[in-house]
């Protein structure tokens, strides 16, 4: 990679929008090296960002345990857990990099688990047979958003970072062919602004809102990543969506938001429905031979450790076929009681209580679920009202992350020269099924240790480049589009709120491009969305006005990117013509219920062209596998 030397550094200036795991440790790691950086978000704080939610932890191939992990297992696991639609280049330097991240964050204080030794931790994630995940309690994301949030405002203090906070990036402004700047909105005064930056990066997070209901931050939203692709960065495979197994769920129409409870619980819950259809029972007395442990019984060698989009559909499954729990009946049941006992006896023998109760092992057990899980089932507590020291969880599938996002090369770059996109924003390294606590690692990666190194490829020849004059014709441009979308929404007056729109949207997209999807329901779900998009045009209604503080203006020009998104979503859902990870093609599956992959004429990534007038190209990147043996999946 070409290096920019350190005088030069000083005279370039970089946009990063996103402050969350990926945009703030991509700000502090630029600015450290020397580059002016302006850092964009739209919480009031940086820290704020969607990745303070993530619970379970991070994975890295340090190998503490000695059970036998190494860079390649954890390669080989990303990409057959992405069910081989990840490009291997890509995941190989992740897994490669994963070890110095966890350095990097112990050493910036992050307080990630330890034994009672002093050790670092590990806890077992899915779709893995290795202990390879560091964990901060169930509170991982926010501990290490607090490390990079800490390194940013670091530079912050230094000058070297300017932060924007509550500002909300709405376009991009490409000059010649080459992104050169952002428009962003000031959410407080409504005031428009123009900055210039010799590079724009993206960290702007997943688009899973799309469907309304998910696991994300009520904020997190497409509009960047949207806004990019409609300025010729293409989109890369967004249909593929992450359906998480263990969420609370639904409750009722009126719910907006959707909780998650973290996968680590899979490593020491049980999953299982009644053998009975219809069993009127309460769980507890339901008794052990009268229980269908379905992964365990289904995948004897990963057990409840299988992927999310196995445990997933396994678990429609069981409800579809009438064995689901609680009043939805779209429930099944995620037990602690055994591994709480388990615990109890070690605890029991290490007080020198020989031959305990069983009574005793569950008083014992229960203080060291409460060490380790406390913090979700006080959540689950709260949320369900009922106590998962007592009775199993009730858990169902929900919309979690989205592996789709803008395309990117090799150095993380768009189509369009001078943008890259990081972490959930990008499309790149966990196929058509991200594992667990992959995702932290990868946003981190991409932050601390790759575009650090690989935007200097594109930057050293850019010296030449003198800052743009904000009046230069393309950033007016740039800036009376945005003002006109703006205006228009305020001028339509319509009947109907932006949550009605993007609840039909959600509806149709949970239907027909959710856990399964099959051509007739995705070409309905094609039709049923271009009608949406007119009926939201003709009939929104945004209260107030522009230039004031106005969530509601800024909710409808996110639900706007949503609805074409979620059109393009269908497409690229329709166009495969196969079953891989989280993309379940009712069409393709074997005799046994698992994804059929057609290796044959789908061994690529679509990447989505935006053309004039809402319609899309598509371009594909062939994938080769030297590395890896390219396989049916099977965790059997
Ligand atoms: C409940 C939950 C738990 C999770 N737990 C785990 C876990 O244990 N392990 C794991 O690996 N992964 C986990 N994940 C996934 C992981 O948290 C996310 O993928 C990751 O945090 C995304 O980080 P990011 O930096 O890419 O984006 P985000 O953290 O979403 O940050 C996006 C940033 O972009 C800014 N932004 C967005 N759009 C704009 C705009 N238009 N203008 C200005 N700023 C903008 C936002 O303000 C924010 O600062 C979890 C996800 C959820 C929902």
Same mark, same amino acid.
């Given at each position: ?19 969350? $795991?990926? !945009? /703030?440790?991509? #700000? ?7 580059? +002016? *950086?302006?850092? @964009? ?103 290490? $958003?607090? !490390? /990079?949030?800490? #390194? ?7 000058? +070297? *970072?300017?932060? @924007? ?472």
């Amino acid at each position: 990679m070409p290096l920019v030397n350190p005088a030069n550094k000083r005279s370039i200036e970089i946009v990063v929008v996103g402050s969350g $795991l990926a !945009g /703030a440790s991509a #700000a502090a790691t630029l600015a450290e090296m020397g580059y +002016k *950086v302006k850092c @964009f978000c739209f919480q009031d704080s940086p820290r704020r960002a969607h990745s303070i939610a993530a619970q379970g932890g991070i994975n890295a191939a340090k190998n503490y345990q000695n059970d036998g992990d190494s860079v390649y297992r954890l390669f080989y696991d990303t990409i057959k857990g992405g069910d081989y639609r990840a490009r291997e280049a890509n995941v190989h330097r992740l897994a490669e990099v994963s070890a110095n991240i966890i350095d990097q964050c112990v050493a910036q204080g992050v307080p990630l688990a330890r034994e009672y030794g002093g050790l670092l931790d590990n806890r077992s994630f899915g779709g893995t047979q290795v202990q390879r995940t560091f964990y901060a309690a169930g509170q991982t994301g926010q501990q290490l $958003l607090l !490390g /990079a949030y800490s #390194a940013l405002e670091r530079q912050i203090g230094m000058g +070297k *970072v300017e932060m @924007f906070t509550r500002h909300e990036m709405l376009e991009v402004v490409v000059i010649e062919g080459k992104a050169r700047g952002i428009i962003a909105r000031n959410l407080i005064t409504g005031e428009l602004e123009r900055h210039f930056g010799h590079a724009v990066l993206l960290g702007t997070g997943g688009y899973g809102n799309v469907f309304y209901l998910s696991t994300n931050a009520m904020g997190s939203n497409v509009t960047a990543a949207w806004k990019a692709h409609k300025k010729g960065a293409f989109f890369g495979n967004p249909c593929f969506t992450q359906i998480h197994p263990t969420c609370i769920p639904v409750s009722g129409d009126h719910q907006s938001k959707l909780t998650l409870m973290s996968e680590s619980l899979r490593n020491d819950g049980r999953i299982w429905v009644p053998k009975k259809k219809d069993d009127p029972r309460k769980a507890t007395d339901i008794p052990e031979d009268e229980r269908d442990y379905y992964l365990e019984r289904r995948y004897p060698a990963f057990g409840n450790l299988v992927p999310r989009d196995v445990a997933s559909r396994a678990a429609k499954e069981r409800c579809d076929a009438g064995y689901g729990v609680g009043v939805s009946k779209l429930a099944v049941y995620l037990d602690f009681a055994a591994n709480t006992e388990r615990y109890g006896r070690i605890e029991a023998t290490k007080h020198n209580i020989h031959n305990p109760d069983k009574e005793t092992c569950m008083r014992l057990g229960r203080e060291v679920v409460k060490e380790k899980y406390g913090n979700l089932f006080d959540m689950y507590k709260q949320i369900t009202g009922e106590d998962p020291y007592e009775l199993p969880m009730r858990i169902y599938p929900a919309v979690h992350y989205t592996m789709g996002g803008l395309w990117v090369d090799y150095n993380l770059m768009t189509t369009v020269p001078g943008l890259y996109a990081l972490g959930e924003a990008n499309f790149s390294d966990h196929g058509a099924n991200r594992l667990g606590a992959s995702a932290l690692m990868q946003g981190l990666a991409d932050g601390y240790f790759v575009i650090p190194y690989t935007i200097g490829s594109y930057l050293s020849k850019e010296l030449a480049t003198k800052p743009i004059p904000l009046d230069h014709p393309a950033f007016v441009e740039a800036e009376a589009s945005v003002k006109s979308i703006l205006d228009k929404f305020i001028a339509i007056k319509g009947t109907k709120s932006v949550d009605h729109f993007h609840k039909k949207l959600g509806k149709i997209m949970w239907e027909k491009c959710g856990m399964a999807r099959n051509a007739k329901g995705l070409t309905e779900a094609i039709s049923e969305i271009q009608q949406l998009r007119k009926d939201f045009w003709s009939d929104v209604r945004v209260p107030g006005s522009t230039d004031e503080f106005n969530p509601e203006l800024e909710k409808a020009g996110r639900v706007a990117d949503f609805i074409e998104l979620g059109e393009l979503m269908c497409m690229d859902a329709l166009n495969r013509n196969e079953s891989c990870g989280g993309h379940f093609r009712e069409e393709y599956q074997t005799e046994e219920g698992e994804a059929l992959r057609d290796d044959e004429n789908y061994a690529y990534v679509s990447a989505w062209e935006y053309k004039e007038g809402m319609s899309f190209e598509l371009h594909k990147e062939e994938l080769k596998f030297e590395n890896i043996k390219i396989a049916q999946r099977s965790y059997k």
